[in-house]
């Protein structure tokens, strides 16, 4: 008889619960619903991301109006034992410039990009194709009609901004944000504290936007392939759609470096496939 599998991958994230896992025990529910109740310790953590000192209620109504506006998130689609969800999670860094990438990229089931990452005039590095992408309000970016926007709530502000920016009682055109609502998912803003507790050991101030990217992808998919991560062959930091700018180690408030640490050891031990790109 064969072996009962969780996806076609050969090995799979979603049925390794102890191996992945392993002192890091996985987040139930990684999207946000109106049915999804925050607890007041759970909102005291997240409000400390932004500089006001917000409410309570302040949040629940932007959370209900946003809900209001878009009553249901696309389905993640789960996994089956027919399938592989093979994920490339696409970070901006200027080490893909020259990395002939593309096509490993574009041969996944899902493609994960993030704020500012584009393709035009990059495919031969990037590749072309986008399910996922990642976002908040300002790096936000239009996308194709068949994306996910995946966003990411970093404030009250930017519940009340998708709402207005999204606004489906609005002709598509004039709309701020153009985007597939119905293929709109919202990050829970617990998932966050959960990155920066589990998978940081509460380092720095919070986690980037392209860490929890990652650990959102090791939820979703069977197989995750990471690119664009880090600094190129010089040591710099900057985009590949960019002339090089900074130089040296620059993170603002993000644990760069034990974020940058915890990716290459799930490289070493094969949770995930890391390119390093040029
Ligand atoms: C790989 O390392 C991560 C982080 O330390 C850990 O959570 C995971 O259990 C390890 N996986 C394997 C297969 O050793
Ligand atoms: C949400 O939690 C509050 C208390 O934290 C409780 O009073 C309320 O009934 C809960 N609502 C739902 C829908 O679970
Ligand atoms: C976008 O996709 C939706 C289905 O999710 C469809 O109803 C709509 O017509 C599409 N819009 C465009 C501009 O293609
Ligand atoms: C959406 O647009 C309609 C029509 O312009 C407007 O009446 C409504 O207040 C807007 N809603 C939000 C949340 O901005």
């Known amino acids: 008889p064969r072996e009962e599998r969780s996806c076609a991958c050969d090995r799979c994230l979603s049925e390794d619960e102890s191996s992945f896992t392993e002192g890091f025990s996985k987040f139930a529910e990684p999207f946000y619903s109106a049915n999804h109740n925050l607890s007041e310790d759970n909102f005291n953590w997240w409000k400390h991301l932004q500089s006001k000192n917000p409410t309570f209620s ?12 878009f009553p249901k998130n696309a389905e993640l689609e789960a996994s089956s034992p027919d399938r592989c969800r093979s994920c490339a999670v696409v970070a901006n860094s200027h080490n893909l410039k020259g ?42 970016v239009n996308l194709e009609n068949n994306t996910h926007l995946v966003y990411f709530p970093y404030k009250i502000r930017d519940f009340v901004w998708i709402t207005k920016a999204l606004n489906t009682s609005i002709s598509y055109n004039k709309r701020r944000l ?6 709109m998912m919202v990050l829970n803003p617990v998932f966050m504290k959960y990155v920066h507790e589990v998978w940081l050991n509460k ?25 664009g991560y880090g600094a190129d062959s010089d040591g710099s930091w900057s985009h590949y ?10 993170t603002g408030g993000h644990p760069g470096d034990v974020e940058y640490a915890m990716i290459k050891k799930l490289a070493r031990n094969e949770t995930i496939k890391f390119y390093r790109g040029g």
Not at 204 to 223: K, M, R
């Open 58 to 69: 302040a949040f629940k109504e932007g959370v209900k109006g946003m809900f209001q506006m």
């Open 99 to 140: 990395s002939h990438y593309g096509p490993l990229i574009d041969f996944q089931d899902f493609v994960i990009r993030m704020n500012r990452g584009r393709t035009k005039g990059f495919e031969a590095d990037v590749g072309t194709r986008t399910t996922h992408h990642v976002m908040y309000p300002e790096s936000a």
């Open 178 to 183: 153009k985007a597939n609502t119905d293929l």
């Open 203 to 227: 380092e720095g101030y919070y986690p980037s936007t392209g860490f929890i990217a990652l650990i959102l992808a090791l939820h979703i998919c069977d197989e995750v392939h990471v690119f």
């Open 241 to 250: 759609w960019e002339k090089l700018r900074n130089t040296g180690f620059k």
